[in-house]
Every structure is written in structure tokens, then in C-alpha cells.
């Protein structure tokens, strides 16, 4: 039986909406962001996949663009997002990843943030591929990596990437990285030493 992706939504969007107006956010070092915000700097923020879900509520409405897997499952979660007010940009590292990449490029000449879950859509776990590295050094934008901090927290562990979904009524501690442009050539082996700084980066913000 196939799931119908824009009904899964409708049903998603106000759970999640709820679910998440209980959480108590607190944001670490977002004035940086705020600042480029205000200049109309638009930023890539790099994530980590199983910390996605309080940033979905928190950044809504923000004029952000979503990098989302061309895949089937990909489908659910593009929909998930429209609904929540997310642009997006469609592809991954395996399938029309150029083609999202064009996407989110235009979308920033627009002044619009793009969102990228770098070890997603199939992991490995924690390790970030090149997409929002290379974007960030081709167009001379910065990245934000981020972090969510979740001390209540239901881990689902047979997943891939070990998702979190926070407890109702829990705090969530979300770390925002000081924005840096990538340096170096576009080559490969420049954008895979620069994943790996964008992995220390991320890794030392928890």
C-alpha cells in the first residue's frame, strides 16, 4: 500500500506544531546569525540529522530553504516542511544533487537561509558530506553549524541515525557555531577536509 505523502503532512504539521509549543528553546550565540540576518546575509546552517525535529518549529517562517533527498521517503518530509514554511530545494549527494545545489544558490541571491542535514539522507551518522560545504564555498557564504541540545530526549535507536524526538515540556538548548566560509580550492579533496572541519565544528558545540 502506498503512502500518500501530502496526507502523512496533513496530519503531521499540526501534531508537530503542538508538540512542539510545549518545548522551552533557548538559543546560545544567535546573535551572529541575527546580525547577518539584518544585512541580509543569507547563511547555510549545517545540522545533524537526528536533531532536526525542534528546529523544524523553531525556524518556521524564517524565509529558510530546506535541502530535502529526491527520494520517495524524501517526499514525506518535503511536504512535512512546505507545510511548515519551508522553501525547498530537492536532492542529495546521490541523486540531483547539482540540481538541488542550483536550487539553494538561487534561492540565497534571494536572501533566503538554506538548511542542509549533512550526514543525511542515509548517513553515515555524524559524518558530513559535501553539499552545504561546497555551496558555501562556490557562492563565498557562510556556514552555521548547529547543534540541539535535548537532556529529555526518546532516542530511537534502530534508526540509522539514532533520531531524537524531545519530551513534551523539555528543554532544548540550541548552539549556533560563529558563520565561517570554507577555504581552500573546490576540489575533492578540499571539500572532504573541509567536511571534516565542518564535523569538528559541529562536534564541538555539545
Known sequence: MRIDPKAVSVVLVPAVKM??????????????????????????????????????????????TAVVSASDDGEI?????????YGLARGS?????????????????????????????????HKAKPGAVYLAARFKAEIVPVRVGMPQKYVFSKSWDKFCLPLPF???????????????????????????ELENKLNSLL
Open 77 to 85: 518530509l518535503a511536504q512535512f516542511m512546505s507545510r511548515m514554511g
Open 93 to 125: 549527494s546521490s541523486r540531483f544533487g547539482l540540481r538541488a545545489l542550483k536550487t539553494a544558490a538561487q534561492v540565497m541571491d534571494q536572501g533566503r537561509d538554506i538548511i542542509f542535514t549533512v550526514d543525511g539522507p542515509t548517513g553515515p551518522r
Open 170 to 196: 523539555s528543554r532544548i538548548d540550541v548552539h549556533y557555531g560563529d558563520p565561517y566560509i570554507p577555504g581552500g580550492e573546490i576540489s575533492t579533496k578540499a571539500l572532504a577536509d573541509q567536511s571534516r
Open 19 to 64: 508538540w512542539s509549543s510545549t518545548l522551552r528553546y533557548r538559543r546560545h550565540n544567535y546573535l551572529p546569525v541575527s546580525r547577518r540576518r539584518e544585512e541580509k546575509r543569507p547563511v547555510v546552517f549545517a545540522i545533524w540529522h537526528d536533531e532536526m525535529f525542534p528546529l523544524f518549529y523553531l525556524h518556521r517562517g524564517e524565509k529558510v
